[in-house]
Nanobody, 124 residues
Framework: QVQLVESGGGSVQAGGSLTLSCAVS????????MGWFRQAPGKEREGIAL???????DYADSLEGRFTISRDNAKNTLYLVMNRLKPEDTAMYYC??????????????????WGKGTLVTISS
């Protein structure tokens, strides 16, 4: 059974930083696409940062280079470092993983496995 558990969310002021973590267990494929999605109140879920098993990264253009995705294979953990946070970054953040590594794109929301999310709130 694949499980993804996010942590690291919280409340910070605009301009601050947060690092999200996602612990992945039970995923047995050696190829993967994994990453971060978010859903703000009243808005659709959007892909923001993905990385595949070849190390190829894809980011949403709206991030303007403020976020960095990385993974620690030894720890089976995915990270998202978020800098220069803005109030519009307020959302529930989800990590997800899927074996379709060749179509790993923030524009593709069809991931097989999802975590329950961690809330990020940015105050102005």
């Amino acid at each position: 059974q694949v499980q993804l558990v996010e942590s690291g969310g919280g409340s910070v002021q605009a301009g601050g930083s947060l690092t999200l973590s996602c612990a992945v267990s039970g995923y047995t494929y050696w190829r993967y696409c994994m990453g971060w999605f978010r859903q703000a109140p009243g808005k659709e879920r959007e892909g923001i940062a993905l990385i595949n098993s070849d190390g190829v990264r894809d980011y949403a253009d709206s991030l303007e280079g403020r976020f960095t995705i990385s993974r620690d294979n030894a720890k089976n953990t995915l990270y998202l470092v978020m800098n220069r946070l803005k109030p519009e970054d307020t959302a529930m953040y989800y990590c997800a993983v899927d074996p379709r590594y060749l179509t790993c794109s923030v524009r593709n929301g069809g991931m097989d496995y999802w975590g329950k999310g961690t809330l990020v709130t940015i105050s102005s």
